[in-house]
Every structure is written in C-alpha cells, then in structure tokens.
Nanobody, 127 residues
Framework: QVQLVESGGGLAQAGGSLTLSCAAS????????MSWFRQAPGKEREFVAA????????SYANSVKGRFTISRDSAKNTVYLQMNSLKPEDTAVYYC????????????????????WGQGTQVTVSS
C-alpha cells in the first residue's frame, strides 16, 4: 500500500553535510509518523529522528540532536533528513519508515513498530 524510496546518501568528510530524502507514494501520510533509522554493520537498527505529518512535531535521538533536522514537504510527500556536522560514527545505512500516528509515543523509537520501510541509502563519513 505504501512505497518509500530513500535517496541522497553518499560520502562525506567529518564536519560535512548531507541531505537525505524519502519519497512516499501509494497513499496519503497525513495520519502517519515518519521516521529515520540507521544501521551500521554488526549493530542493531537505531532510531534517528521522527516527524508527525500533521503538526510537524519532531523528535531526535540524543546522538544527533542539534546536528540533524527532520522535515517534510506535504506537496511532495517527501521527508528529509538534513545532516550537519557529520561524524564517522554516523556512518550507516539510513532507512525511512512509516507507522500510523496512533502508535504510542514510547514505541516510536523501536524499529519493530514500523510496518513500512524503504530500501535504505548508504551514508559514509570519513575522518
């Protein structure tokens, strides 16, 4: 019912910036929460940021707070992740995910909550 396609990944040097995009199609996302997760080799998939489609309320993992910004463009059905001051530890595959807005807040930081996922886009940050 929903398709999520990430783009914008690539190689950056420490201190640099990248902007990721997640294009959604197949349905309206006005009642959904959209999130970014990331997964590095050998590690669990971890929460990065989330935004509600209605109201644009945002939340961030402590590790990216102040450096990353999540936003959405309703006209384009697209969610963005602006990443500044990149660090080598930000290196991971970044995934876009969606869940109904009725999901409890405490569950939004857990990947198992989300039923819709993109294919991921690689972000590599060199020292």
């Amino acid at each position: 019912q929903v398709q999520l396609v990430e783009s914008g990944g690539g190689l950056a040097q420490a201190g640099g910036s990248l902007t990721l995009s997640c294009a959604a199609s197949g349905r309206t996302f006005s009642r959904y929460v959209m999130s970014w997760f990331r997964q590095a080799p050998g590690k669990e998939r971890e929460f990065v940021a989330a935004i509600t489609w209605i109201g644009g309320k945002t939340s961030y993992a402590n590790s990216v707070k102040g450096r990353f910004t999540i936003s959405r463009d309703s006209a384009k059905n697209t969610v963005y992740l602006q990443m500044n001051s990149l660090k080598p530890e930000d290196t991971a595959v970044y995934y876009c995910a969606a869940v109904a807005a009725a999901a409890p807040d405490y569950a939004l930081g857990h990947s198992v909550t989300y039923g819709y996922w993109g294919q991921g886009t690689q972000v590599t940050v060199s020292s």
